[in-house]
């Protein structure tokens, strides 16, 4: 393979097809068969386990326990609660028949698991000392995709669905702003992805919820990428589906309950935070390969590199270090370091004959001023967590510096304009859905959220002029 | 609810209701809406947790890769190989409608992967560089079932599936029993479940394999559960797919493959393999608590109890034992115990403000002579992992003494007959599939597997006469 068919469209020339190209191209998907479904091929995998296992454990931290719930729901569930069914019905893939036989009543393929862990949750809750009940599921789930996008908007895609049922309104919106808290920690500390959390405008509600908030990422072409949700159902779904208890007083209460989600679309969200026209740029906490060793040399020079970079690869994963040998002796060295650069390794040790007789090896990082550095072999292992470490908050400060850069303070509609054309606009606005749709209309932007921590204001809509809502400034943007 | 509530239907009196009510009342699953799917509640889904970390670990050390494929696919994939597609035609779930429409094509809810696996290895493999692809994958598969259990056989199960290609027959069979060890070490060393690794007849072959393998478990009844298998595909899927490689030669050649898997069927074998009358009995390594601290006592004795409870609670979890404090002091200290005894924990330590006085607590394991033991609390984390290693070596060779003493070498019909009413026969066949099927109908026994270790053999067919086959003697059993 030719050095230019393994690159990739400059990102700024046309994001989306850099996109397209670099997920296939650094082996993180492949598509399925069926209309937009997805192959997660290993590396892609090892990103989505490494996110699991950091979101798994502050689920657990905080008292919520996995379980899991079938995978085809009877229609029926669905139509328990209007909103709910009339939000998802479009998106459904639908199980006729089974056994060889054309089913009595059809099953949906779980789009989200709200209805069938309601009517569990019914059956299981019956005092005040069943409550909270905290649940969480790995699952897959499917929603039929018109415009499909790898990672971003798939038909199947993987995520964790957590399910919570509370006594009363105060209970239930801890654990909402919890779990949304847990979602904005593991953006944040994991992904390197500065994300907005706030709360959506009403008309961008999940089906069926009372309130719903999200974290908001800025991606490298200014859109916004909605990247974790948390409902606050109030008593909808209890109604639906019958969830109550009995209160210490001894009166029958409907229960409160939440639902919040993350899923493999996060994945886009630090392709698109960190990547650049060399490829990937992958944050440490969550890359497969964290170093690189990349020997080099042939015949008997090349066997002793090889081995002396499985002996630091050795002493690396005893550090504690996700370190990788690059064997492919039958390609170039060039060849291998743009590999990597492609697949966004945040640290690739070049080990040369010469440096080997000097002792030490050439580090590169993925990002920074830097350049090669010669580092010393023996003080590389516990050099590397300092190095990773660093990488990694450089790596927030740069998604940081880059989303305040491209988010203005807008009171105009000139100035909201320009703004969402290349960025985020924080403005004033009414609240009327209507108002929303002509925004979007002209210039594609919706509001993200109204973030949390807007500083209280009031005045007039950018847009209408009429009196703003929510007291503080929303957040508006193009959104994947 | 009354102690008689709780409790099941003695295991010797009907096995079949002991299992159903105690997965039940257990809290172990709960019954779906669709026909046959499973809820899998908190403490099971906690059980097939640490067993998938046991197994996952294994898999990756040994040089296979996680990834995902869809959910859905195409139905002409599945007929591409035809014995396969006649292995599971009758058990499909099809996909009609989706996105509101009629799909052209229907799409087939994966019974397993390896079709749509196969059709990917064909587009990633192209050299013997390429070779051996060592893949596995975590997934919810769908089988209908007319007479479904919990665990053993529900229409959608969890499991692992490996697929592995390979440049010939010497490599994948390697793999093939690579596999087969990896499953029968996790059934001995983690659920203490003494299985017998052997090769199936060809009749109980998977379809579409040229060799199956099975590891096979003997539970409390007699009866033997088939807990992970082994299959070896020969060129059969790499034909229908087209899994082709360049040989080092440059010859274009077919590829080898495997595929492997292990369910939550196997956690049917853990109840089935450990539990008696009173319940439940899990392995501390697969136990979600290994040790539950019932503190006694009521109001300010009560709290004295509990605070020490959860002290050394926190001491046991940084010794590394999974302890829960029961604080559910509405309910009678019986209850309470009964109820742990009920859901098979290890080791209970009660603690009344007596205990407490003399620094002690009341150390009672799930299962033997010791009755109850004063512990000193001040040494019960430092004691505690032995314990639990030597109740799970004790429930190990508990279940190897049960299997051996229902295992009976037999010569003749009658004691065949005899030995499959209760347990296992080991005997001489003649290896047709009509003599196979006699034998089933009249003593639902079938061949479980031609164990590895069996001593080579002749002579003549234990139901026929006709000249034995195999070179050695196979396992029969009535099965799950
Ligand atoms: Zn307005
Ligand atoms: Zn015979």
Same mark, same amino acid.
């Given at each position: 393979?030719?050095?230019? $068919?393994? %690159? ?13 190209? =670099? ?10 068969? /069926? ?19 950091? =979101? ?6 905080? %008292? ?40 009595? $009543?059809?099953?949906?393929?779980? @789009? ?66 919890? /779990? ?13 992805? @500065? ?20 974290? $908001? ?60 026209? &060399?490829?990937?740029? =992958? ?24 081995? /002396? ?8 994963? /005893? ?11 039958? =390609? ?35 990002? %920074?001023?830097?350049? &090669? ?73 919706? @509001? ?16 209408? %002029? ?15």
């Amino acid at each position: 393979m030719a050095r230019d $068919e393994r %690159g990739v469209t400059p990102q700024s020339e046309d994001f989306s097809a850099w996109y397209n190209e =670099l997920v296939a191209k650094a082996q993180l998907v492949d598509r399925g068969p /069926a209309k937009g479904t997805m192959i997660i091929r290993p590396y892609g995998y090892r990103l989505w386990e490494l996110l699991q296992a950091e =979101l798994d454990r502050r689920i657990k931290d905080t %008292g919520h326990e996995n379980a899991y719930f079938p995978l085809l729901i009877p229609e029926s569930y669905l139509r328990r609660e209007a909103e709910h069914v009339e939000g998802f019905s479009p998106e459904l893939a639908v199980v006729t028949h089974a056994g060889g036989k054309e089913l009595d $009543e059809p099953l949906v393929v779980r @789009p989200t698991s709200e209805t069938i862990i309601g009517e569990m949750m019914a059956k299981w809750i019956s005092s005040h000392r069943d409550l909270p009940l905290l649940l969480n599921q790995w699952a897959n789930v499917v929603r039929w995709e018109l415009r499909p996008r790898m990672f971003l908007r798939t038909t199947e895609f993987l995520w964790q669905e957590g399910h919570t049922a509370h006594a009363d309104e105060a209970d239930a919106m801890r654990e909402t702003m919890l /779990a949304l808290d847990i979602y904005a920690e593991v953006a944040r500390d994991i992904a390197a992805i @500065p994300v907005v959390p706030g709360e959506k405008t009403p008309g961008e509600r999940f089906a069926g919820a009372v309130r719903t908030f999200t974290i $908001e990422g800025m991606m490298r072409d200014g859109k916004a990428l909605q990247a974790g949700t948390s409902h606050y159902m109030g008593t909808n779904f209890a109604k639906a589906f019958e969830i109550q208890y009995t209160s210490e007083a001894g009166r029958l209460e409907l229960c409160h309950t939440t639902s919040w989600g993350m899923s493999t679309r996060m994945l886009g969200g630090v392709i698109m935070t960190h990547g650049d026209d &060399k490829g990937l740029v =992958l944050p440490p906490m969550l890359a497969p390969h964290q170093v690189v060793i990349v020997p080099i040399g042939r015949g008997e020079q090349g066997e002793h590199t090889l081995s /002396a970079a499985r002996e630091l690869a050795g002493r690396l994963k /005893a550090a504690g270090v996700r370190a990788h040998v690059d064997d492919r002796a039958q =390609l170039s060295p060039g060849f291998r370091f743009n590999d990597w650069e492609l697949r966004g390794v945040p640290v690739r040790l070049e080990l040369g004959p010469r440096d080997l007789e000097s002792g030490t090896a050439v580090m590169v990082k993925r990002l %920074g001023e830097e350049g &090669k550095q010669p580092v010393p072999l023996a003080s590389v292992p516990e050099l590397m967590p300092g190095v990773l470490a660093d990488f990694q908050a450089f790596l927030l400060e740069r998604a940081t510096a880059f989303r305040d850069s491209h988010t203005s303070r807008t009171d105009t509609w000139e100035a909201f304009s320009q703004a969402v054309a290349t960025g985020w606009a924080s403005a004033l606005h009414c609240g009327e859905a209507a108002c929303e749709d002509e925004i979007k209309a002209k210039t594609a932007a919706t @509001p993200r959220c109204i973030p949390l921590d807007g500083e209280p204001e009031s005045g007039s809509c950018v847009h209408c %002029g009429a009196p703003a809502a929510y007291g503080k400034r929303v957040l508006f943007g193009r959104a994947y």
